[in-house]
């Protein structure tokens, strides 16, 4: 039975009404990454009366989240998202069955995760993964609703579902060949407003609603993009055309077999991934250098010996490094895999080089648990 | 040959510094002089709108068109 008090002011809605609620109470709806897009998404849908939402995140709390990610509170820091966001949206909404999947997504578990729900959302914060999924979107055949952003500025469509004419398009259609790794700073790296992802989050979950019940014009085969400095939004028509590589997969088993990391250009072929615990222990062993490729007004410092060489400079000044074991840390993890896939190229296999998983970040998290 | 003007987004705003007007005869024309000017372009997998519709095949360009540059953003 619905619960008609609760959700009174939008069934009163010209246009919508007990069909269209009774049509989100047996919607099932995935969002992907429960970070600055996936707060306000999993609020607002919970708080609308959908019926079934997954959250799919591995990732715990952090200070640095805090600005943004409007679910957390300070007490939630170093706890799985998952968990947190459980608590509070439990206690919004009890009529909203929530399932924690506390795990990353990929290439193993997708298409077993992504099966339970009749639509998924992209707020994932980074280009493998979403790749991962437009992939897995298209051969499952289920509507993704995509959302991603840069600084002060929000990007969202509307992907596999089709237009009048028929015709569905994929993240692969606007963006047909993911970046190198180094071409898009992301969050970690280049900063963001934190009230840009509560208003690309929130029209991430308008277009939920729209799609689920049917009313208005959703972005399918639209990209819209807002600017919250000058308030410019624009909407482009996206090509509903055959994708010319074909350096993609069109079956689960071709799907199951790709490699994403690599597919972004991240090799990981001679390279360690350093965890926070191993780091620690690491760092401070003979025949051994920190590198921080981080700019040199990046803060907080590291709290060991370190040198410091700038992503940009690592090249010119890979002579300078006479120990055998380097590892190389940045804020976030992500230009310090930059950095070892260039060291790895010039030192060769005579090194071991290491780089630091998530970066200075995840060091403070760890150690504040 | 059209006179354009050139709005871009993301990353690309700071690598152009501002909205720009360039003349040109067609797409493609209009991307090698960009490349030329701005070395920083060369090699990004941006996508080119014209009038705001995503392109895939080189076309002719009419004066007062607005062709909008766009990379990917990756935040969530």
Do not use: W
Not at chain 1, 254 to 268: A, P, R, S, T, V
């Amino acid at each position: 039975m619905l619960n008609l008090e609760r959700y009174d002011r939008q069934i009163k809605l010209q246009g919508f009404g007990i069909e269209a609620q009774e049509k989100l109470a047996s919607a099932k709806v995935l969002v992907i990454g429960a970070g600055g897009l996936g707060c306000p998404v999993l609020q607002y849908l919970t708080a609308a009366g959908v019926g079934n939402i997954g959250i799919v995140d591995d990732d715990r709390v952090s200070p640095s989240n805090l600005h943004r990610q409007i679910l957390y509170t300070t007490n939630d820091i170093a706890k799985l998202k998952t968990e947190a966001a459980f608590e509070r949206l439990n206690a919004m909404n009890p009529e909203v069955k929530i399932d924690m999947i506390s795990e990353r997504i990929t290439i193993k578990n997708a298409v077993q995760i992504l099966s339970d729900y009749n639509m998924i959302i992209d707020c994932t914060d980074n280009f493998p993964t979403r790749y991962l999924l437009d992939d897995a979107c298209r051969i499952l055949k289920k509507p993704l609703i995509f959302g991603a952003i840069y600084q002060y500025e929000g990007q969202v469509a509307v992907f596999n579902v089709p237009d009048k004419e028929g015709s569905a398009t994929h993240y692969r259609n606007l963006f047909p060949q993911p970046p190198k790794p180094d071409e898009v700073p992301d969050c970690n790296d280049a900063g963001v407003l934190g009230v840009l992802p509560g208003i690309i989050g929130t029209i991430l979950a308008t277009e939920a609603i729209k799609l689920i019940t049917g009313i208005g014009e959703p972005l399918i085969n639209r990209l819209m993009t807002i600017n919250v400095l000058d308030y410019q939004t624009a909407i482009f028509e996206i090509p509903a055309e055959n994708l010319k590589d074909q350096n993609f997969p069109s079956t689960i088993t071709e799907f199951e077999k790709m490699n994403y990391e690599l597919h972004c250009g991240i090799d990981l072929k001679g390279i360690t991934n350093m965890s926070a615990l191993e780091f620690n222990k690491i760092a401070e062993l003979p025949d051994t250098i920190v590198i921080d490729v981080r700019e040199p007004d990046e803060s907080p410092k590291l709290e060991i010996p370190y040198l410091s060489i700038p992503l940009s400079q690592l090249k010119e000044n890979s002579k300078q490094i006479k120990q055998k074991n380097v590892i190389l840390v940045c804020q976030s993890g992500k230009r310090s895999l930059a950095g070892a896939q260039v060291l790895n190229e010039i030192l060769g296999s005579d090194y071991n080089i290491s780089h630091l998983e998530g970066g200075i970040n995840q060091l403070n998290t760890e150690i504040n648990e | 040959m059209a006179i354009v003007k050139i709005i871009s987004f993301g990353r690309l705003k700071e690598i152009l510094d501002s909205d720009l007007e360039l003349e040109a005869e067609n797409s493609d024309d209009l991307l090698n002089q960009l490349n030329e000017k701005f070395h920083q372009l060369k090699d990004l997998k941006l996508r080119i709108a014209v009038n705001q519709k995503i392109i895939s095949e080189n076309i002719e360009l009419k004066n007062n068109d607005v062709v909008a540059l766009m990379p990917p953003y990756s935040g969530g």
